[in-house]
C-alpha cells in the first residue's frame, strides 16, 4: 500500500508529542538542584523522582499500548498530556519530597505512559516503504525536546522561581502538547474496519518468540546505562565547576546528538538492517562512557554528551521499526509497551544506584566501569535475535 498524504501529518504530531513529554521528563535535571536544596535531600534521594517516573511510564506504557489498540491514539494521548499537565502543577505546590515522588514521579508518569507508546506506534502502520525514515524523524521529537525544553526551562529559572517554572511547564503541555496529541490518527490498515485484522503476531504470540524474549533483555541491559545521564550529567559538570547554565546545557548536547541519531540511523537501517544497527548503537553508547571517564572539564563532557546522545537517539528510534518488522501491526502498540515495560526497571535501578554510588565514593568511575560491561552483554542479546528466522511485515 502506497504511503498516504496524512501519514506525514501523524509524524510530524507524532515528533512534537514526543517533543512534549521527554522535554518535560528530562527537564528534572533542570529541578534536580533546586529539589536537593528545598527539601535538604541527598542525591539518591532526589534521583528516586527520575527513576520513579520512568518505571511508572515504562511499565504501564504496555497498557497505553493495549488501550491505544482499541480506542484508538487520539483520545489516549489527550487524557495522558492533560495527566502531565496536572502533575506539573501541583508538583509546584508540593512541601515535601514525598509528594513529589507521587505528582512528578507516578502522576506525570502515568501521562507519558498513556503519551509514548501510543503516538510512537501510531506511526509504523502507515508506512511501507520509508518506515525507518518515518520512525527516525517521528522518534526525533525526543531529541528536540531533550535540546529545547531544558534550557528553557533552565532559562526561566533565572527569572522565575522553580515552582512557578512548573506551572508555565504545565500550561505548554496543555497548548502544545494537547493540540498534537489531537492530531493523531489510527492508519486505516491498523484497525479493524475492513473486517480483517492487520497482518502479524498477537501480542500474546509475539511475547513466546524467542526473538521478543532476546530484544526484551537487550531492552533491559541497554536501558540500565541509558538513563544515567539524564539524571546525574548536570550534577557532574557541577563538580567538575561548570555553571549552572551549562550544566544543564548538557543535557541539550545530548538532545542534538539525539536528533543526529535518529535521522542518520532511520536511513541507515533501512539498507544494514534495523537489528544489526541495533547492535552496533549498543556498543557506541557504552564506548562513548569512556569519554565521560576521562573528561575533566566542559570539552570532555560536552563531547560525551554528543556521542551519547548519538547512540542513544538511534536506540530508541529503532526499536519501534524493529516490533513492526518482525512482529507485524496487529498488536504493534502493545508489543512496543511490552518491550519498553523492559526498560523500566534499568530507568529505575541505573539513576537511582548512580546516585548512591556517588554519595558513598564521592565519583561516578566505578558506575561508568560498570556501564561498559553491561554494554557488551546488551549487544550480545541483540546478535542473538538474527539466529532465528525473521518476516518484515
Not at 21 to 32: L, Q, R
Not at 139 to 157: D, F, I, K, N, Q
Not at 171 to 195: D, F, I, K, N, T
Amino acid at each position: 500500500m502506497k504511503d498516504t498524504p496524512y501519514a506525514w501529518v501523524v509524524v510530524w504530531a507524532t515528533f512534537i508529542c514526543l517533543a512534549v513529554i521527554f522535554g518535560v521528563s528530562y527537564s528534572f535535571a533542570a529541578f534536580f538542584t533546586s529539589f536537593a536544596q528545598e527539601f535538604s535531600a541527598q542525591r539518591a534521594d532526589v534521583s528516586w523522582i527520575f527513576g520513579l517516573c520512568g518505571l511508572v511510564y515504562f511499565i504501564l506504557g504496555v497498557g497505553g499500548g493495549i488501550l491505544s489498540d482499541r480506542f484508538g491514539p487520539r483520545l489516549v494521548c489527550v487524557a495522558g498530556m492533560l495527566l502531565i499537565a496536572c502533575g506539573l502543577y501541583f508538583t509546584s505546590l508540593a512541601q515535601s519530597l514525598s509528594t513529589i515522588y507521587i505528582t512528578y514521579g507516578v502522576v506525570v508518569g502515568l501521562g507519558i505512559a498513556l503519551v509514548y507508546t501510543p503516538s510512537i506506534a501510531c506511526v509504523q502502520p502507515w508506512f511501507t516503504t520509508r518506515r525507518g525514515l518515518a520512525s527516525g524523524i517521528a522518534s526525533s521529537g525526543v531529541g528536540a525536546g531533550t535540546l529545547v525544553v531544558p534550557l528553557l526551562v533552565a532559562y526561566a529559572m533565572t527569572h522565575l522561581a522553580w515552582r512557578e517554572a512548573l506551572q508555565c511547564l504545565a500550561m505548554g503541555v496543555l497548548v502544545l502538547g494537547v493540540s498534537a496529541a489531537l492530531a493523531l490518527r489510527r492508519a486505516p490498515r491498523a484497525g479493524s474496519s475492513m473486517g480483517a485484522a492487520p497482518p502479524g503476531l498477537s501480542l500474546g504470540a509475539a511475547l513466546k518468540t524467542p526473538a521478543f524474549g532476546w530484544l526484551y533483555l537487550g531492552t533491559v541491559l541497554g536501558a540500565s546505562i541509558m538513563f544515567i545521564p539524564f539524571a546525574h550529567i548536570s550534577a557532574a559538570a557541577r563538580d567538575l565547576g561548570l555553571e549552572e547554565a551549562s550544566a544543564v546545557g548538557l543535557v541539550g548536547l545530548i538532545g542534538i546528538g539525539s536528533l543526529v541519531g535518529r535521522f542518520a540511523i532511520g536511513l541507515l537501517a533501512d539498507r544494514l538492517g534495523r537489528v544489526r544497527t541495533l547492535m552496533l548503537m549498543q556498543l557506541s553508547m557504552g564506548a562513548s562512557y569512556l569519554m565521560w571517564l576521562g573528561a575533566h572539564g566542559p570539552i570532555g563532557m560536552a563531547i560525551f554528551a554528543l556521542w551519547f546522545g548519538w547512540s542513544y537517539g538511534a536506540i530508541v528510534s529503532l526499536l519501534p521499526a524493529i516490533c513492526m518488522d518482525l512482529f507485524g501491526a496487529r498488536a504493534v502498540s502493545g508489543i512496543i509497551g511490552s518491550l519498553y515495560s523492559g526498560a523500566a526497571l534499568g530507568n529505575l535501578w541505573g539513576p537511582v544506584l548512580a546516585g548512591a554510588a556517588f554519595d558513598r565514593m564521592h565519583s561516578y568511575n566505578g558506575v561508568i566501569t560498570l556501564c561498559l560491561m553491561i554494554s557488551c552483554l546488551a549487544t550480545l542479546s541483540c546478535w542473538r535475535i538474527l539466529k532465528y528466522p525473521q518476516q518484515v511485515y
